[in-house]
C-alpha cells in the first residue's frame, strides 16, 4: 500500500516528459506571478470573477470613453447585477458611473484617472513578455 495515495500502483502523479514539465512550471510560475500582482492592487477578498470584470472593463476604456454594465456582461457572461454591484462598490477609485443617455436603465463606466494603477499594468506587461515599442 505504500506509495499508493488513489489506489492505483506507483506515483499517483503521471509522467510528463522534461518539455511539458518546464511549460507546467513556467505557466504556473507566471501565474502566481501575476496573482500575486493583483491580490496586492486589488487584495485578497477580490474574487476572479470581480477581476475579469474590472480587467475586461480597463481593456474597453483603453479604446473608448466609456463601456456598458450590459456590454461587460456580455463579454465576460457575468450577471449584470453583479457587475453593477461591483462598479458601484469601486466607484471614486479609478472609475464613475453614469445613467446611459440612450436607456436610463443602464449605466456606463467611465474611467477618471487612466493612469492609476499603472505601475502594475507595467509589471504584468512584463511577465506576459509585451513591450511596447518608443515612437
Given at each position: 500500500?505504500?506509495?499508493?495515495?488513489?489506489?492505483?500502483?506507483?506515483?499517483?502523479?503521471?509522467?510528463?516528459?522534461?518539455?511539458?514539465?518546464?511549460?507546467?512550471?513556467?505557466?504556473?510560475?507566471?501565474?502566481?506571478?501575476?496573482?500575486?500582482?493583483?491580490?496586492?492592487?486589488?487584495?485578497?477578498?477580490v474574487?476572479?470573477?470581480?477581476?475579469?470584470?474590472?480587467?475586461?472593463?480597463?481593456?474597453?476604456?483603453?479604446?473608448?470613453?466609456?463601456?456598458?454594465?450590459?456590454?461587460?456582461?456580455?463579454?465576460?457572461?457575468?450577471?449584470?447585477?453583479?457587475?453593477?454591484r461591483w462598479?458601484?462598490?469601486?466607484?471614486?477609485?479609478?472609475?464613475?458611473?453614469?445613467?446611459?443617455?440612450?436607456?436610463?436603465?443602464?449605466?456606463?463606466?467611465?474611467?477618471?484617472?487612466?493612469?492609476?494603477?499603472?505601475?502594475?499594468?507595467?509589471?504584468?506587461?512584463?511577465?506576459?513578455?509585451?513591450?511596447?515599442?518608443?515612437?
Amino acid at each position: 500500500m505504500e506509495g499508493r495515495s488513489d489506489g492505483r500502483d506507483g506515483d499517483a502523479r503521471p509522467e510528463l516528459n522534461a518539455q511539458a514539465e518546464e511549460l507546467r512550471y513556467q505557466t504556473l510560475v507566471r501565474l502566481e506571478e501575476m496573482l500575486r500582482i493583483l491580490t496586492e492592487r486589488h487584495g485578497a477578498r477580490v474574487t476572479v470573477g470581480e477581476l475579469y470584470a474590472i480587467y475586461a472593463s480597463m481593456s474597453r476604456l483603453c479604446k473608448k470613453d466609456q463601456v456598458s454594465i450590459a456590454e461587460i456582461a456580455e463579454v465576460t457572461g457575468l450577471p449584470k447585477q453583479n457587475l453593477s454591484r461591483w462598479a458601484r462598490k469601486r466607484i471614486g477609485e479609478s472609475i464613475s458611473l453614469r445613467v446611459n443617455d440612450d436607456d436610463q436603465r443602464m449605466h456606463d463606466v467611465i474611467m477618471m484617472d487612466a493612469t492609476r494603477g499603472q505601475e502594475n499594468i507595467e509589471r504584468l506587461a512584463k511577465i506576459l513578455g509585451i513591450a511596447v515599442e518608443d515612437d
